[in-house]
Structure formats: structure tokens, C-alpha cells
């Protein structure tokens, strides 16, 4: 039986099924480079430049083939361009579940097909929740505003962390809640200048800066959150809802489902091809437990990653280095 999916509209093609979609824009997803030359319909889903932890590096000075310094957003924005120049296609969007049998891919602003998937979203991940959280989850613990603002309408709700996911699921969520309170850990944002200015001049917003979630509170749903303040001590904050981007370093693979076996340490496990146990699914990066968190490393396993997508699809026997010939 064959399935077809609608695709979002911001995917920009007419096409139901990519030949790959990978999940994640780091370093790793230049993976798209390799599959959109050897013309290979490709498709990047990622949560925003800024969002990984490439994005947030201020200063590289050890990439290879660009002696200058140069921050991480930027080195981002080249690769990202020279995919694009091949025929590669991004989407903005978080996918919060996918099926591996066929390979459809759910995220908040669509959903996406493919004939094969690479997984590279990176370990930025959270492995401990913060007590009431999880108890709460989808009784006012969100992780996603674009799909429960309308829930919280006339509400005051709360959003905590620092990326630019952060602040544009912020800024979604003025247009239902009373009121946005946006804790950051930090006392800097990591997002374009020019979102930060409309998330901290917006009437709807007020800001908390340095400031750590310690727990969600409630009996039956989300009645408040309990923060740490800079000076160690602790306030209570009634909300009606708390939508949490915090970062961490646990492999992410939430999205999975459990489909696919992981190590010890949460990590997807690979061949030396970086295929997981599932035919067409293939992982690379800091997903990975045994690989060095370096750009330039999640940039060759990307590589050898997309030439096993190209001998996957076209049945060759072995990895081809120039599609020219």
C-alpha cells in the first residue's frame, strides 16, 4: 500500500515525496550538499540557525578553508547558501514525531514524506525534567506554541529559555495570552538582534533575565512555576501555561518514538555508512556517541552520509564520490 502526504506550503514544491529529508541544519545537514548535486530531491527541516549549538558558537577559528574568524551563524548561512545553489530545500519547522515504515515526518508547520531520512538534530537535548513538568505535560507543560497557543487564549502563560525558538514561539503566543512572561537562564538571547528588540519592547511581554525554572506547579493543570531568581532566592509566578526550550546535552531523539535501538548513553547507533537498524534512516553528529564534536567532523559524516543515500536510492553497490562521470 503506498501513502501520500500533503507537504506544507512553506516546502515550496509540488512534489509529495523527497528522496531524503533530513532533520536537523548543522553542520551534519550539510549532508544536503552531497544528495541535492547527485540530484537528489532534498529537503532540510530544521528549527532555525540560531537554535543549534553550531548557531550559537560566537567564534570559529579552526574550520578548514576559512582562516578568518568566524561565528557560528555565519559559517551556518555559507553552507546553507552552497546547499541551496545545488537545489536543496529548508523548512523551518520542529518535527515532534515521525513513522520510520513509510518515512513520514510530523512537524508543527507540516507534514513531510521521504524515501529516506537522516536524523542530525544534534544533543542539545534535556534528559531531567524539573519536578511537576512531566506530570503536567499537556496540562499546561507545552513544548510547542504553534500548536497549543490557541489553548491559553485570554491566559497569562510563561516561556522559558534563550534561543530563537524561544522567542519566536513568544512572540506566536502574544497573539492568544493576556500576558507572555519570558524567563531566560542567561542574561543574553541567542536570536537576531531584531527579534529580541520585538520580543523585549512588546506590551504583551515582560522579561526575566538569569533566572532558573525549579518546578511547575499544580494539582490537575499548571497553576504557576516556581523560579530562582540571580540573587538565589525564589519566587512563585501563577501561570496557566509554561512552554520550556531549555537546552541540554542529551542526544535528541524524543521524536522517534522508541523505533530505533539506542546506546546507553541515548545515542542512535550507526554503521560505518552511519545506517541505523532501519533500511533508508541514517544518523549523523552529536546524535551519535562516538563522534567528536567538531563542525568539521558532523560535516564529513554528513558527507558519507549523503553518498550511502545515493547508493541506497539508486541501488549501486558501492559509495560514488562525483555524480559527474
Same mark, same amino acid.
Given at each position: 500500500?503506498?501513502?501520500?502526504?500533503?507537504?506544507?506550503?512553506?516546502?515550496?514544491?509540488?512534489?509529495?515525496?523527497?528522496?531524503?529529508?533530513?532533520?536537523?541544519?548543522?553542520?551534519?545537514?550539510?549532508?544536503?550538499?552531497?544528495? !541535492?548535486?547527485?540530484?537528489?530531491?532534498?529537503?532540510?527541516?530544521?528549527?532555525?540557525?540560531?537554535?543549534?549549538?553550531?548557531?550559537?558558537?560566537?567564534?570559529?577559528?579552526?574550520?578548514?578553508?576559512?582562516?578568518?574568524?568566524?561565528?557560528?551563524?555565519?559559517?551556518?548561512?555559507?553552507?546553507?547558501?552552497?546547499?541551496?545553489?545545488?537545489?536543496?530545500?529548508?523548512?523551518?519547522?520542529?518535527?515532534?514525531?515521525?513513522?520510520?515504515?513509510?518515512?513520514?515526518?510530523?512537524?508543527? !508547520?507540516?507534514?513531510?514524506?521521504?524515501?529516506?531520512?537522516?536524523?542530525?538534530?544534534?544533543?542539545?537535548?534535556?534528559?531531567?525534567?524539573?519536578?511537576?513538568?512531566?506530570?503536567?505535560?499537556?496540562?499546561?507543560?507545552?513544548?510547542?506554541?504553534?500548536?497549543?497557543?490557541?489553548? +491559553?487564549?485570554?491566559?497569562?502563560?510563561?516561556?522559558?529559555?534563550?534561543?530563537?525558538?524561544?522567542?519566536?514561539?513568544?512572540? +506566536?503566543?502574544?497573539?492568544?495570552?493576556?500576558?507572555?512572561?519570558?524567563?531566560?537562564?542567561?542574561?543574553?538571547?541567542?536570536?537576531?538582534?531584531?527579534?529580541?528588540?520585538?520580543?523585549?519592547?512588546?506590551?504583551?511581554?515582560?522579561?526575566?533575565?538569569?533566572?532558573?525554572?525549579?518546578?511547575?506547579?499544580?494539582?490537575?493543570?499548571?497553576?504557576?512555576?516556581?523560579?530562582?531568581?540571580?540573587?538565589?532566592?525564589?519566587?512563585?509566578?501563577?501561570?496557566?501555561?509554561?512552554?520550556?526550550?531549555?537546552?541540554? !546535552?542529551?542526544?535528541?531523539?524524543?521524536?522517534?518514538?522508541?523505533?530505533?535501538?539506542?546506546?546507553?548513553?541515548?545515542?542512535?547507533?550507526?554503521?560505518?555508512?552511519?545506517?541505523?537498524?532501519?533500511?533508508?534512516?541514517?544518523?549523523?553528529?552529536?546524535?551519535?556517541?562516538?563522534?567528536?564534536?567538531?563542525?568539521?567532523?558532523?560535516? !564529513?559524516?554528513?558527507?558519507?552520509?549523503?553518498?550511502?543515500?545515493?547508493?541506497?536510492?539508486?541501488?549501486?553497490?558501492?559509495?560514488?564520490?562525483?555524480?559527474?562521470?
Amino acid at each position: 500500500m503506498e501513502f501520500s502526504f500533503p507537504l506544507s506550503p512553506s516546502v515550496g514544491g509540488q512534489d509529495k515525496v523527497y528522496d531524503v529529508a533530513i532533520i536537523g541544519g548543522g553542520p551534519a545537514g550539510t549532508t544536503a550538499i552531497y544528495t !541535492a548535486r547527485a540530484n537528489l530531491k532534498t529537503l532540510v527541516i530544521d528549527k532555525g540557525i540560531a537554535n543549534g549549538a553550531l548557531g550559537i558558537t560566537s567564534k570559529i577559528a579552526n574550520y578548514p578553508g576559512i582562516p578568518e574568524p568566524i561565528s557560528g551563524e555565519e559559517l551556518l548561512r555559507r553552507m546553507r547558501q552552497q546547499a541551496e545553489s545545488f537545489g536543496a530545500v529548508f523548512v523551518q519547522d520542529r518535527i515532534q514525531a515521525i513513522v520510520l515504515y513509510p518515512k513520514v515526518l510530523f512537524g508543527n !508547520a507540516g507534514t513531510y514524506s521521504a524515501k529516506t531520512v537522516i536524523i542530525a538534530t544534534g544533543s542539545m537535548g534535556r534528559g531531567n525534567r524539573v519536578p511537576g513538568e512531566e506530570r503536567l505535560l499537556g496540562r499546561g507543560v507545552s513544548y510547542c506554541a504553534t500548536c497549543d497557543a490557541a489553548f +491559553f487564549r485570554g491566559e497569562e502563560v510563561a516561556v522559558v529559555g534563550n534561543s530563537e525558538e524561544a522567542v519566536e514561539e513568544a512572540l +506566536f503566543l502574544t497573539q492568544f495570552a493576556s500576558r507572555v512572561h519570558f524567563l531566560s537562564p542567561k542574561k543574553e538571547i541567542h536570536a537576531e538582534p531584531a527579534l529580541v528588540e520585538e520580543l523585549t519592547q512588546h506590551p504583551k511581554v515582560v522579561m526575566y533575565w538569569g533566572v532558573a525554572l525549579r518546578e511547575v506547579l499544580g494539582e490537575q493543570k499548571v497553576e504557576a512555576i516556581r523560579y530562582r531568581t540571580p540573587i538565589g532566592t525564589e519566587e512563585v509566578l501563577p501561570v496557566a501555561g509554561v512552554f520550556i526550550y531549555l537546552q541540554g !546535552a542529551h542526544p535528541i531523539t524524543d521524536f522517534l518514538g522508541g523505533q530505533l535501538p539506542l546506546s546507553e548513553g541515548g545515542c542512535l547507533m550507526v554503521d560505518s555508512e552511519y545506517r541505523t537498524a532501519i533500511p533508508g534512516v541514517y544518523a549523523v553528529g552529536d546524535v551519535l556517541c562516538n563522534h567528536v564534536k567538531q563542525a568539521v567532523v558532523a560535516a !564529513a559524516e554528513g558527507a558519507i552520509a549523503g553518498m550511502a543515500v545515493e547508493k541506497y536510492i539508486r541501488g549501486r553497490k558501492k559509495l560514488v564520490v562525483d555524480w559527474s562521470k
